[in-house]
């Protein structure tokens, strides 16, 4: 089974610096989606990025950015210029291969909490 | 677009009562999910539906919950005795046929005293 392991817990930044979230999982498959989700405390899962694996350049959203390591296994989320609004869980998840239909299952990892520092 | 609309947003019941979350998709959405979050477990996907028909239950806990999708633009979770282990937050989640990205709804916190 699919596993996604955040190993941070909690991670804070000051304002306007950099913060880098990791995040690995362990799958068997050789096509599949990662994506970020952030929950700020509204609950509101709102996507951040995403990735699909067949594609070898890492995404970029405005100020995130993911370091896409497939070989190693690993999806960091990079944040520039941390805002206060950026304050929020952070959620890994995977999706499994597209050629797979009914294989629509995300997998989620525990999540880090990112404080903002004024 | 009003994006995917879950209700009620807070829903307090005691043990042995009926429980019934709603939830509205994005319209034109062809898949919708229901995941359930607690802080021992994380989110779960509890079952989802592709134009209106069940795909995988397999993440329901027990026969205490089922779904039902009678048309495409509304969904049901229904919990039937509630417990007080059932406390969660639920989500609604939907997406386009065309992409493989769900969109939440504000989700449903669900406490059973």
Redesign the interface.
């Known amino acids: 089974a699919q596993t996604v392991t955040q190993s941070q817990p909690e991670m804070s930044v000051q304002e306007a610096e950099t913060v880098t979230l990791s995040c690995t999982y362990d799958t068997s498959e050789s096509d599949y989606?990662l994506?970020w989700?952030k929950q700020p405390p509204?609950?509101?899962?709102?996507?951040v990025i995403?990735q699909e694996a067949y594609k070898q350049q890492n995404a970029t959203e405005n100020r995130f950015s993911v370091n896409f390591q497939k070989a190693a296994k690993s999806f960091s989320l990079k944040i520039s210029d941390s805002q206060l609004g950026d304050a929020a869980m952070y959620?890994c998840a995977y999706?499994g291969p597209?050629s797979n239909f009914?294989n629509?299952?995300?997998t989620?990892?525990?999540?880090t909490r990112l404080t903002i520092i004024p | 677009d009003a994006g995917v609309i879950q209700s009620p947003r807070h829903e307090v019941t005691e043990m042995g009562q009926e429980v019934t979350l709603r939830c509205k998709p994005i319209s034109g959405h062809d898949?919708l999910?229901w995941y359930r979050q607690t802080m021992m477990r994380?989110?779960e996907?509890l079952i989802?539906f592709?134009n209106n028909v069940p795909?995988?239950d397999s993440?329901m806990p027990e026969d205490r919950f089922s779904a039902k999708m009678p048309n495409a633009s509304f969904s049901t979770l229904k919990i039937q005795p509630s417990e007080p282990r059932d406390s969660a937050?639920y989500?609604c989640?939907s997406r386009p046929g065309r992409t493989?990205?769900?969109?939440?709804?504000?989700?449903t916190?669900l406490t059973v005293l």
């Open positions: 989606y994506f989700y509204s609950r509101q899962m709102i996507l995403r959620f999706r597209i009914g629509e299952k995300l989620f990892g525990t999540g | 898949y999910f994380g989110l996907l989802y592709n795909i995988d993440g937050v989500f989640a493989r990205v769900q969109f939440f709804g504000p989700g916190r």
